[in-house]
């Protein structure tokens, strides 16, 4: 991915960390349209197509910066894209404070460009979904926890929806009886972790919290449901809201 491509996709996640922090609901709105905006005129979809790198043939390592609030509910989605595409990703500590984290993401140069952009057009409807059914007229703490609630919620639905596509497509592999395609996507698979292995040798595990709403994670569920991604070998991205 060239360097007017990152730009692109931080400047969006930028406007949706705005949106998220604001207490002004016409205000949020504002950031979640321009972010809408800033998506179709730069045609992620159409621009950043999944495809083969014949240009390299070993893993890469992409640093996606997660913007607050709710650092490590994103973080789930994030690796929830990830592994779904044969990826290995884990959270970087940061400084205490900081409103911004570090993902390191495993992967060979092509899946690595997928999950930069669906991670991307994922935040862009959460984050649109989840203020437009956020609750009204609640305390502080209870609209955060809600909110966590929604994005684990949206993660979840959203992890078993790429799981069941990349066992469908595993599934085909076999079915067509292609031993050697196959043999390939073993082959990846460990190279990703063993480089993932190589440069993180001391990973431990993270904790985030799910929040304690109920409804917020049925909202979130619900909403993952019905989330726009890409689907199918190539992985083009279908238009933000499209069914």
């Known amino acids: 991915m060239d360097h007017s491509d990152d730009h692109r996709l931080a400047l969006v996640r930028a ?14 709105e504002a950031f979640t349209a321009k972010a809408s905006e800033l998506i ?41 894209v990830a592994r779904s595409q044969g990826c290995r990703a884990v959270r970087l500590p940061g400084r205490p404070g900081e409103r911004q984290e570090v993902v390191s993401i495993i992967g060979f140069p092509s899946d690595l ?15 649109t979904a989840m203020l437009d059914q956020a609750p009204r007229g609640v305390s502080a703490a209870e609209s955060a926890g809600w909110r966590r609630s929604f994005i684990v919620g949206f993660a979840d639905s959203v992890a078993e929806r790429l799981e069941r596509d990349r066992a469908d497509r595993a599934q085909a ?34 904790w985030a919290s799910s929040g304690s709403s109920r409804t917020g994670a049925d909202a979130g569920r619900q909403a993952g449901r019905q989330a726009s991604f890409a689907t199918g070998s190539l992985g083009r991205l279908r238009s933000i809201g499209s069914g």
């Open 15 to 28: 406007l949706l960390a705005k949106a998220e922090a604001t207490e002004f609901p016409e205000e949020a």
């Open 40 to 80: 179709a005129r730069y045609a992620i979809d159409d621009a950043l197509l999944w495809a083969e790198d014949t240009s390299s043939s070993s893993p890469d390592e992409l640093r996606l910066v997660v913007l607050a609030p709710y650092l490590a509910q994103k973080a789930v989605l994030v690796s929830a």
């Open 113 to 127: 460009r997928w999950v930069d952009t669906v991670v991307t057009s994922l935040l862009v409807q959460l984050t």
């Open 173 to 206: 592999v076999q079915v067509d009886e292609h031993p050697s395609a196959a043999l390939v996507l073993l082959e990846r698979d460990q190279q990703v972790g063993g480089e993932f292995r190589r440069r993180f040798p001391h990973v431990r595990s993270s």
